[in-house]
C-alpha cells in the first residue's frame, strides 16, 4: 500500500482530469463540522435518504472523522443560471460522479477505509423514494457534506476558497474524499 499522502496525491489528480476546478489535499483537522446541518429549510430535509433526518447527527460524523487521516477536497464550477436549473444541478451530479471513481482508486490503491461526500442531495432517483422505502441504489448513493453538518464556507475558507452565497455568475459545487488508514 502506498502511503495515505501519495494516495491523496494520486486521487487528487484524477479528480482534477475528471472536470474538478479547484482541488486540493487536506488534513481532516481544517474540516468544520458544526452542531446541527446547515439543511432545515431545504425541501429534502425528511424525504431524500441521504439528507438529514435519515442519517447519523453531526456529533457522529465528527467522532468518525477523527478515524481519517487525510482527503482531498474538490470543486466543481458550472454557471449559475435561473434559466436552466438542468445545467446548474449537472455540477452536482459531476461531483457525485467524480466521487465515486476516486473512491474506487483509494480502495485499489489498498486504502483501509475511504469516504466520500457529495455536493447537495442525492439525486439518483428523482424523486428519492424517501422513508419507509429502501434505497434503490445503496451502493452508489452518498450523503453530503452539509448534510454531515460540515460547514462548507468555513472549510473552504481555511485552504483559501472563497465561497459566496447566492451564487450569481457561477455555482462552486463541493465533494470530499475521506481517507483512513496507512
Sequence with gaps: MLAVQDVLEKVAGQIKKAGASRVTTVDTGIIKVMEEPACGSCPEYGHNLSCPPNIPPPAAFRRE???????VLFQVRVPAGQNNPDAVWA???LVHE????????????????VRGLIAGCCKLCVPCPGPGSGCRHPAKARSSLEANGIDVV?????????????????VDWTGLVLLGGE
Excluded: H, M
Design 91 to 93: 455540477g452536482s451530479r
Design 65 to 71: 472523522l477523527a478515524g481519517y487521516s487525510g482527503g
Design 98 to 113: 467524480i466521487v465515486l471513481e476516486a473512491e474506487k482508486l483509494c480502495l485499489g490503491l489498498g486504502a483501509a477505509r
Design 154 to 170: 468555513a472549510t473552504c475558507a481555511a485552504v483559501g476558497w472563497q465561497v459566496t452565497f447566492p451564487a450569481d455568475r457561477y
